[in-house]
């Protein structure tokens, strides 16, 4: 029996930008794939003179789950859904760039998660899901996608976490035992902030300088386990002491579209809550 949504949100610090829903999971079939295994999403063909195709960079894999939601989404969402004339389709959708060279992990993690979506599927059992979710318009169609950020069982045991959800902010720190893949990829070697501003780290999919910034924090006594909003004021004083930018401004700009471009690319770009492009700070 599931608690009252505003108790389970608040027993697991799930962040405002997530959906909190109950749904069963569903195998998707499109044009004869099967997207409930991981496949490689489609992307532009590149050419040489002779019409050779040219090697694929920046490649997406994904795992797509068609789901049967049974509550409702956030209020004002719903307000929104129902302007339409029909029940638009929704599926869990799960997307990660394999990484050039490949990341194991990220592969490891996608077939990890295709297994227990499908065998939840398979079960025909309700799951709550915590996930960011998105409208999107295909083929003339309105479509929901849920960028899963935590899958949980009848019994409110959780049996899915993403890995960058903890780091993100959108729910508290934990991952269920069967869990084997636990992180996007190998962390990367500790570098000075220049170098941390050009790259997302590996394992979190966080900004490089995100994970420095937290541990020069703790290490100099100020938080044992600062926030997103201390963690980005530090790292803004950092650059502007180092002269890596003339003032604060700048420099909060860069680091905050660089948070920003890091989530997007784990957790869809826009959505429906609470609004577009909009991180909370505390």
């Known amino acids: 029996m599931f608690q009252p949504s505003e108790a389970f949100r608040q027993q697991w610090q799930i962040s405002s930008l997530c959906t909190e829903f109950t749904a069963t999971l569903q195998p998707c079939i499109e044009e004869g794939v ?7 999403l489609a992307h532009q063909v590149v050419l040489d003179d002779r019409g050779e195709i040219l090697p694929s960079t920046d490649r997406q894999f994904a795992v797509v789950v068609r789901l049967r939601r049974t509550s409702n989404l956030l209020p004002h969402m719903e ?9 638009p389709a929704e599926t869990l959708y799960l997307s990660l760039a394999a990484g050039d060279p490949v990341v194991r992990a990220r592969m490891r993690l996608l077939n990890e998660s295709s297994a227990r979506f499908i065998e939840l599927a398979e079960a025909g059992s309700t799951v709550r899901m915590v996930a960011v979710s998105h409208r999107r318009e295909l083929n003339g169609a309105i479509v929901i996608r849920h960028y899963p950020v935590a899958v949980f069982s009848e019994d409110e045991r959780l049996v899915w976490v993403h890995p960058s959800a903890h780091g993100y902010g959108l729910i508290r720190e934990g991952f269920p035992l069967r869990q084997r893949v636990r992180s996007l990829g190998p962390r990367r070697k500790r570098g000075r902030i220049p170098e941390l501003l050009s790259h ?3 394992a979190t ?3 490089g300088w995100f994970q420095y910034a937290k ?8 938080d044992e386990e600062p926030m997103y909003r201390a963690v980005l004021d530090h790292q803004v004083h950092l650059m502007v002491q180092r002269s890596i930018f003339e003032d604060a401004d ?3 700009r860069v680091a905050t579209q660089q948070f920003m471009s890091g989530f997007e690319s784990l957790f869809g770009q826009g959505g429906l809550n609470p609004a577009p492009g909009r991180l909370e700070l505390a």
Do not use: M, T, W
């Open 215 to 222: 541990e020069h924090l703790i290490e100099l006594g100020i």
């Open 79 to 87: 307000d929104d859904l129902r302007r339409l004339h029909y029940r």
């Open 200 to 202: 997302l780290d590996h």
């Open 250 to 252: 700048q420099a909060l």
């Open 34 to 40: 099967s997207r409930h295994f991981v496949h490689q």
């Open 205 to 207: 999919g966080l900004p």
